[in-house]
T-cell receptor, first 115, second 111 residues
C-alpha cells in the first residue's frame, strides 16, 4: 500500500458527460501528479500540483482540468467525455519541494469507461 | 522532450533464471531513473531507482545499471520467482516533475 488513495475505483459514464476523480496524497506529500494509462499510449503525464499550485503540465486536454485543495487532496475533472477517454487514471504523490527529484508513489487508480 | 524506449515488450523466463529489461533515453539532462512494477489491477509500485551520479544500485535480487554515455539503463532481476510476474516500466526525468515512461515489459516467470 503506497499510502495514496483514489476514488472511485471504477466509473462508467456516457459520452458528453463530466466526471470528477479524487486523490489523496501520502501524509506529508505536497506534490500530486495525474497520469493517464491507456493500452496504446502507456503512462502519460497529465499535470502536477505542488501545495495548491499548478507546477507542470503534460499532455492534458483542454477538456480536462485539475486542482489541489488546501488539505492537499486533488481532483481531476474530465468533461465532454469521448470514447477515447476510457483509460486508467492514476494519481501519484511525492515529497519533492521546488527543486530536486524525489520518488513518486502511485495510487491504485480509477478505471474510467466511457460508453 | 524526453523519449524513453523499453525492450523487450514481453519476456518469459524459467523460475530461478535472471531477467533483464533495457531502456534508452534521449535527453542527456535526465538525472533520475525509477523502475516500477505494475501487477494486474494495481497502480505502479516503485521498486528501485538510480540517479545520474551512480552507475549501479542493488536491492536484494534487483539491480539497476546506468550508462550515461550511452544513455541507457537496465533492470536486472536474479533468481526470479513467480511473484515477479508483472509489467515493469522504466522512466526518466530531468526536472523531477514530468516523468517519461517506457512502454512497459510484461514479465512472465514460469514455475
Amino acid at each position: 500500500d503506497s499510502g495514496v488513495t483514489q476514488t472511485p475505483k471504477h466509473l462508467i459514464t456516457a459520452t458528453g458527460q463530466r466526471v470528477t476523480l479524487r486523490c489523496s496524497p501520502r501524509s506529508g506529500d505536497l506534490s500530486v501528479y495525474w497520469y493517464q494509462q491507456s493500452l496504446d499510449q502507456g503512462l502519460q503525464f497529465l499535470i502536477q500540483y505542488y501545495n495548491g499550485e499548478e507546477r507542470a503540465k503534460g499532455n492534458i486536454l483542454e477538456r480536462f482540468s485539475a486542482q489541489q485543495f488546501p488539505d492537499l487532496h486533488s481532483e481531476l475533472n474530465l468533461s465532454s467525455l469521448e470514447l477515447g477517454d476510457s483509460a486508467l487514471y492514476f494519481c501519484a504523490s511525492s515529497a519533492v519541494p521546488l527543486a530536486g527529484t524525489n520518488e513518486q508513489y502511485f495510487g491504485p487508480g480509477t478505471r474510467l469507461t466511457v460508453t | 522532450g524526453e523519449n524513453v524506449e523499453q525492450h523487450p515488450s514481453t519476456l518469459s523466463v524459467q523460475e530461478g533464471d535472471s531477467a533483464v529489461i533495457k531502456c534508452t533515453y534521449s535527453d542527456s539532462a535526465s538525472n533520475y531513473f525509477p523502475w516500477y512494477k505494475q501487477e494486474l489491477g494495481k497502480g505502479p509500485q516503485l521498486i528501485i531507482d538510480i540517479r545520474s551520479n551512480v552507475g549501479e544500485k542493488k536491492d536484494q535480487r534487483i539491480a539497476v545499471t546506468l550508462n550515461k554515455t550511452a544513455k541507457h539503463f537496465s533492470l536486472h532481476i536474479t533468481e526470479t520467482q513467480p511473484e515477479d510476474s508483472a509489467v515493469y516500466f522504466c522512466a526518466a526525468t530531468s526536472t523531477g516533475n514530468q516523468f517519461y515512461f517506457g512502454t512497459g515489459t510484461s514479465l512472465t516467470v514460469i514455475p
